[in-house]
């Protein structure tokens, strides 16, 4: 089911078209016979004519409102289909930080932290993975609507380890 403004934007498309195509319509058939017109005028007198110099311009305007009018806009199906890729590449790179975070936990007793330090990494570590997880299969089911809140709430617990835990990324 479309918007109210995916719908509004359509109808502006529509109108844009049959607007552009009237007025492309209406100025070929001027330019046409004006420009056989005119490029006799000119031969016969070699004074180009002032229509003659400001078709050049027109011309251009059209060529423009031309492409325009036939330019790509994707269609749902195709932003759907933009939607599932990215959500699988999110995916993909959240599976690839699923095995960093499994390194984070193996360099722990590396970091040289206290006991209740160590406590407090390894829980946000474990909150880190949970969400990344959560995060992996909102992706891979191509819920496009919930992967920015989770990836969100990742991004949060991220923070809150770097703020916790300064020292480690300062060395």
Same mark, same amino acid.
């Given at each position: 089911?479309?918007?109210?403004? /995916?719908?509004?934007?359509?109808?502006?498309?529509?109108?844009?078209?049959?607007?552009?195509?009237?007025?492309?319509?209406?100025?070929?058939?001027?330019?046409?016979?004006?420009?056989?017109?005119?490029?006799?005028?000119?031969?016969?007198?070699?004074?180009?004519?002032?229509?003659?110099?400001?078709?050049?311009?027109?011309?251009?305007?059209?060529?423009?409102?031309?492409?325009?009018?036939?330019? /790509?806009?994707?269609?749902?199906?195709?932003?759907?289909?933009?939607?599932?890729?990215?959500?699988?590449?999110?995916?993909?790179?959240?599976?690839?930080?699923?095995?960093?975070?499994?390194?984070?936990?193996?360099?722990?007793?590396?970091?040289?932290?206290?006991?209740?330090?160590?406590?407090?990494?390894?829980?946000?570590?474990?909150?880190?993975?949970?969400?990344?997880?959560?995060?992996?299969?909102?992706?891979?089911?191509?819920?496009?609507?919930?992967?920015?809140?989770?990836?969100?709430?990742?991004?949060?617990?991220?923070?809150?380890?770097?703020?916790?835990?300064?020292?480690?990324?300062?060395?």
């Amino acid at each position: 089911m479309q918007s109210i403004s /995916q719908l509004k934007l359509r109808l502006f498309q529509r109108k844009c078209f049959f607007l552009s195509f009237f007025m492309i319509a209406s100025l070929a058939s001027c330019t046409s016979s004006a420009n056989k017109d005119h490029n006799a005028l000119s031969e016969n007198t070699e004074k180009a004519s002032k229509h003659a110099l400001s078709n050049q311009p027109l011309k251009k305007i059209m060529n423009e409102l031309n492409d325009l009018l036939f330019e /790509q806009i994707p269609t749902e199906l195709e932003l759907d289909r933009l939607r599932s890729r990215y959500a699988l590449r999110i995916a993909e790179n959240t599976t690839q930080s699923l095995s960093t975070i499994e390194e984070m936990l193996q360099l722990e007793k590396k970091f040289g932290l206290s006991q209740a330090e160590s406590q407090r990494f390894r829980e946000l570590t474990k909150q880190l993975q949970t969400q990344a997880q959560a995060l992996e299969r909102v992706a891979m089911a191509g819920q496009t609507e919930a992967i920015s809140p989770a990836l969100g709430r990742m991004i949060g617990i991220c923070n809150t380890c770097h703020q916790e835990f300064h020292q480690i990324y300062s060395e």
